[in-house]
């Protein structure tokens, strides 16, 4: 149910795992993952740490139309209708990022601009919503990964690596010349939809890397606000507590809730 969902969700963003969560069209996907990102913001990031820190330690969304707080790749479909306004974040604590088939690596990385400013070099580099979203310590919610191309996906395998040596962690970035590797963000997670039916067309290297999760559909016929209220009912019922790893298998036992078939 969608109670033990979010429940085992929660659960792999404490221990530092990257969830997607798989199912058909209008189930609520982009809703319930809006409101983990919102929950691992104010109930399990860990507050005021140095951003260099290493990430593998164990460690409120609102609403509102504000258009500039997602990105859309590369995409020729107007998202700035009422259905997909719904998900935008408060003071850039979550990236939210719309995938299309034409999303390339840079758009998720970043690339050189060309800089309008005297005082600065002429080519500057900007960063993409992942690379904030690393350096930051925010969560990047990756609406339809399965419109991404498998190359795009492999991309971010070495960001999805879990080491336990104690080190700092960090992503390469090639393409920017004066910062080739960005330190993780502790903080940092990756939450992922798809619908069910692409699920097995993902990347077999990214898929097992992340957690997931299947969202069943809900009751018939609920409207997109009965379906919110739902979710919020269920996010106010998941308690830290229940997460405590005396009380769950070692990380090394715990598996995705999908057999992902390659």
């Known amino acids: 149910n969608t109670l033990e969902l979010i429940s085992t969700c929660v659960f792999s963003l404490k221990h530092g795992r990257h969830p997607i969560i798989a199912g058909n069209s209008g189930t609520g996907k982009k809703l319930l993952a809006c409101q983990l990102a919102d929950y691992f913001n104010d109930h399990i990031a860990e507050k005021n740490i ?97 419109e991404l191309q498998s190359s795009v996906l492999e991309y971010m395998n070495d960001l999805l690596d879990r080491k336990y040596d104690g080190k700092q962690r960090y992503l390469n970035n090639p393409n920017n010349p004066n910062e080739s590797t960005i330190p993780i963000h502790r903080n940092f997670r990756l939450i992922c939809t798809t619908l069910l039916s692409e699920i097995n067309k993902l990347s077999p290297a990214f898929a097992t890397r992340m957690d997931i999760k299947i969202l069943n559909d809900q009751l018939e016929g609920i409207t997109e606000t009965e379906l919110l209220s739902l979710i919020k009912i269920c996010m106010n019922n998941v308690k830290l507590e229940l997460f405590d790893t005396t009380n769950h298998p070692k990380d090394s036992e715990y598996h995705s809730d999908y057999n992902f078939e390659t």
């Open 50 to 146: 140095d951003n260099n820190i290493d990430n593998n330690m164990n460690s409120s969304f609102d609403y509102k139309n504000d258009k500039d707080n997602s990105i859309n790749l590369n995409s020729s479909t107007n998202i700035s209708d009422k259905k997909n306004q719904v998900i935008k974040n408060k003071e850039q604590s979550v990236y939210i990022v719309y995938c299309t088939k034409s999303s390339k690596v840079e758009d998720l990385m970043g690339k050189p601009r060309v800089s309008n400013n005297k005082n600065e070099d002429l080519i500057q580099w900007q960063d993409g919503p992942l690379i904030k979203a690393v350096r930051e310590g925010k969560p990047l919610i990756l609406i339809g990964i399965h």
